[in-house]
C-alpha cells in the first residue's frame, strides 16, 4: 500500500504513523509519508483559477508540487515493484510450476 498525508492537513494529524504501525503490525507491504509542507489534497493541481481555488487554500486544501512529485514517484516505483512481482508469478503459475 502507498499512502502519502499532507503534515498541514489538520484532520489527519498522527495519521500516517498509524497506518504504518498498522500495516507493519499486519506484514503489509507499504510505503507511507507525510509530507511537512503538504495539505489535503496536495496531489492536485486544478488546471483553471476559480472562486473556489481562494476557498481552497485557506480551509487547507491545495497542490503542493515538491510532494505530488515525490509521491507520484513513489506510487510508480511501489506499484512497479509489486505489480511485476504478481506478474511473474501469475506467469509461473500458469505454466503450472514454480
Known amino acids: 500500500m502507498v499512502a502519502s498525508y499532507g503534515a498541514r492537513e489538520l484532520g ?3 495519521a500516517a504513523k498509524k497506518v504504518q504501525l498498522s500495516l507493519q503490525a499486519h506484514g503489509v507491504p507499504a510505503d507511507v ?21 481562494v476557498i481552497m487554500r485557506v480551509a487547507g486544501i491545495g ?13 510508480l516505483e511501489f506499484f512497479d515493484v509489486h505489480l511485476r512481482a504478481a ?12
Open 87 to 98: 506478474e511473474s508469478i501469475a506467469t509461473v503459475d500458469a505454466r503450472g510450476s514454480f
Open 33 to 53: 509519508k507525510e509530507y511537512p509542507n503538504a495539505r489535503h489534497a496536495f496531489i492536485n493541481r486544478n488546471a483553471a483559477l476559480s472562486p473556489l481555488t
Open 63 to 75: 497542490h503542493d508540487h515538491e510532494s505530488a512529485a515525490d509521491a507520484k514517484r513513489r506510487m
Open 12 to 14: 489527519l494529524k498522527g
